[in-house]
């Protein structure tokens, strides 16, 4: 994430490969291993990845258009379910967005993860009830304003207690707002009510080593480095002969 880099994606055979070079002056400073900082922004894409749990009918609601979450009048408590995830390493930055459809005074929620790896969207309100949550679930309290995008409050603990629990590459990630506290009722678009304005995700994290499928060194030439889906956690050294060994 320092220097002036030159990034290229290519595709060889079935495998695709990111390529980086970065310039020799940068390297020979560099701290090893190098890190690699990525962002995450992803939005809900589907009906079926959002909805609600209205305890107070007792049914689960997924093709409302909008997605409800509070306990003013029985608890209701939403379920966003993102796909396409890879996150690794360290959680740095996290929360999700909802778009509210009125304004609400301190709409208060419990944000916490869906303990599985790469969880399947409920449809039931017995898949809904049974699936296992995160130990963290910070607390979301603020007032919405209609028209507006809602950042919840930080994320990271739930975030990297999946990243410390899974391999999270191409997955999905879901999380449950669960309503308490009689606090108002907060109400977003869901993707049936506006899918440009459906539930959006967002990370920062840094990957904990090199994403490793093989990484030469070119002296004079710069860093073209070959990253794959493995994450190799060793640290790396940059030998006499200018090519990086682990």
């Avoid at 379910?81 to 690794?88: D, L, N, P, T």
């Avoid at 360290?90 to 509210?100: E, G, K």
């Avoid at 449809?123 to 919840?152: C, H, R, Y």
Wanted: glycine share 10%; with cysteine.
């Amino acid at each position: 994430s320092q220097g002036e880099s030159v990034k290229t994606v290519r595709r060889a055979g079935n495998n695709l490969y990111i390529e980086v070079r970065v310039p020799w002056s940068w390297l020979q400073s560099a701290v090893f291993p190098v890190k690699i900082d990525t962002t995450v922004d992803v939005q809900v894409g589907a009906g079926a990845n959002d909805g609600y749990r209205n305890l107070s009918t007792d049914e689960l609601n997924t093709t409302s258009i909008t997605v409800k979450q509070g306990s003013s009048i029985g608890a209701r408590h939403g379920f966003y379910r993102w796909i396409g995830v890879s996150i690794s390493g360290t959680v740095n930055v996290s929360y999700i967005q909802l778009y509210a459809v009125i304004s609400s005074v301190d709409v208060w929620v419990k944000v916490t993860g869906v303990d599985e790896d790469s969880p399947a969207a409920p449809t039931t309100k017995a898949e809904f009830d049974a699936d296992p949550l995160t130990t963290a679930g910070p607390n979301w309290i603020a007032s919405w304003t209609v028209d507006t995008w809602m950042q919840s409050s930080s994320l990271n603990s739930v975030f990297q207690e999946l990243v410390d629990s899974y391999t999270i590459s191409n997955d999905a990630i879901m999380v449950q707002t669960r309503g308490g506290n009689g606090a108002p009722i907060g109400s977003c678009y869901s993707y049936e009510g506006d899918s440009t304005l459906a539930a959006k995700l967002h990370i920062e994290y840094t990957a904990g080593g090199i994403i490793h499928e093989g990484i030469t060194l070119f002296a004079g030439l710069g860093l073209l480095a070959t990253f794959g889906k493995a994450i190799y956690a060793a640290a790396s050294q940059l030998t006499g002969n200018g090519f990086l060994a682990f």
